[in-house]
């Protein structure tokens, strides 16, 4: 038997539920209401006055946006589903009892957590399209989301996993999380920063996503970022295995 048999209907179950949610318009609403306030606050309201990095300021301000639409809906979906799933429904622990290999858990719950973060993505750039963003066509716009959202989704799962209580899962996401989305480069250059305080933001994952998603190409810049996306992700992903096989509860 394949290591990621199983994966499939992890994947399935997970993207019927999220479905099933899309189909009520206040849903989708909710979703986005922070990054499409954002994006009318600063993007319009700044858009065309001010430059940052030889262009205006909604070509600057979109990616990040996509960015941050991906960080926070890969990790809340997986880490919140987990958490209530352990604590609330029970289906946790009959998953945990079924004959599958941890690796196809990890795979089928990341690859969920991974369309809906891409789905907020792409959903967000729409309505930068509209608003008049042009961007640049280049292969590390998808590179970046796929790589940021499988690693969010792991970290999802290491937070879901190692949390005792629903108030701790809060906790990761307004002093990790909640965070990043401010000050990893979403809305404003981190070269504008003193060094002391930028230096330990390039250690974030978000800060990295959101070079690689504002690049015209895979210049060496962004490979530089989508490599150090991809270590995040192996490493999460393997802690996301580990935390499944050690899983006792």
């Keep these: 038997m394949s290591p990621l048999s199983g994966a499939g209907p992890i994947f399935q179950r997970e993207i019927q539920l999220y479905r099933a949610k899309l189909a009520r318009p206040t849903f989708v609403v909710a979703a986005l209401v922070t990054p499409l306030m ?6 319009l309201g700044l858009g065309r006055q001010v430059r940052i990095d030889g262009g ?3 070509t600057f301000l979109v990616p990040g946006l996509m960015g941050m639409a991906a960080m926070h809906n890969a990790f809340t979906w997986v880490a919140s589903g987990i958490n209530i799933a352990r ?3 029970r289906t946790w622990q ?3 009892l079924a004959p599958v290999s941890p690796l196809a858990v990890v795979a089928g719950t990341v690859a969920a957590g991974m369309a809906r973060g891409l789905f907020a993505a792409i959903l967000v750039g729409l309505v930068g399209l509209a608003a008049g963003w042009r961007p640049e066509p280049t292969a590390a716009i998808p590179l970046a989301l796929l790589l940021e959202t499988s690693l969010f989704s792991a970290l ?4 879901g996993l190692k949390t005792r209580s629903t108030e701790e899962h809060t906790t990761y996401t307004n002093f990790l999380i909640t965070p990043m989305g401010f000050f990893c480069g979403t809305f404003f250059p981190l070269a504008s920063l003193p060094s002391w305080l930028s230096a330990p933001l390039h250690l974030l994952p978000l800060t990295h996503a959101n070079i690689a998603l504002r690049q015209s190409g895979l210049t060496g810049d962004a490979l530089a970022a989508l490599g150090i996306l991809t270590l995040f992700a192996v490493l999460l992903l393997g802690w996301a295995g580990q935390m499944v096989a050690r899983y006792r509860e």
């Design 38 to 43: 954002y994006l009318v606050v600063f993007g």
């Design 56 to 58: 205006d300021y909604l």
């Design 87 to 89: 604590f609330y429904h």
């Design 94 to 96: 009959i998953i945990m």
């Design 156 to 159: 999802g799962m290491v937070i």
